[in-house]
């Protein structure tokens, strides 16, 4: 049964342990009480297995394994829950705080079927790093929640 406006959250993971602890704590921070938060490993050599035990409490579940690439992670990811919404973040990649209460806001006063973020290119000391001018902003963009507005 699908409940309400509860999201799963799936992060795709592959030998990026320098940058998934951040990830990780970007989601906790947006976690509400029935919202669920997988992480699927696809077998990593490094770091990544140690991080994510450390995290193991807060996480719905969790697997390290191989698989076929981050599409198929994400599969295995959404396949164990029943929420009504899904979301992705790759490892290396953060949500900004708030980002799925305002996403829950705009999915539950709309007819929108999808909404998406788009990209902030920081470095990896969250300096601003738009040197192709990435950041600019376009027509119709929503600024406090990083998707277009066209929800119609």
Not at 32 to 47: K, V
Not at 74 to 97: P, R, T, V
Not at 109 to 130: L, N, R, S, V, W
């Amino acid at each position: 049964m699908k409940r309400g406006d509860d999201f799963v959250i799936v992060t795709p993971n592959y030998n990026m342990g320098a940058y998934l602890k951040r990830t990780i704590e970007s989601v906790i921070l947006n976690l509400r009480p029935g919202d669920q938060y997988f992480i699927i490993d696809g077998g990593s050599t490094d770091n990544s297995v140690e991080i994510i035990r450390s995290y193991e409490a807060q996480l719905t579940g969790w697997v390290s394994e191989p698989d076929t690439g981050y599409a198929d992670a994400i599969a295995k990811g959404f396949k164990l829950s029943s929420n009504n919404y899904m979301c992705w973040i790759n490892s290396g990649d953060l949500l900004l705080e708030g980002a799925l209460d305002r996403a829950r806001d705009i999915l539950s006063t709309t007819h929108a079927d999808m909404i998406f973020g788009d990209d902030f290119y920081i470095d990896d000391e969250d300096k601003d790093d738009d040197d192709f001018g990435l950041n600019d902003y376009e027509d119709g963009y929503d600024d406090q929640l990083g998707n277009y507005n066209d929800y119609d």
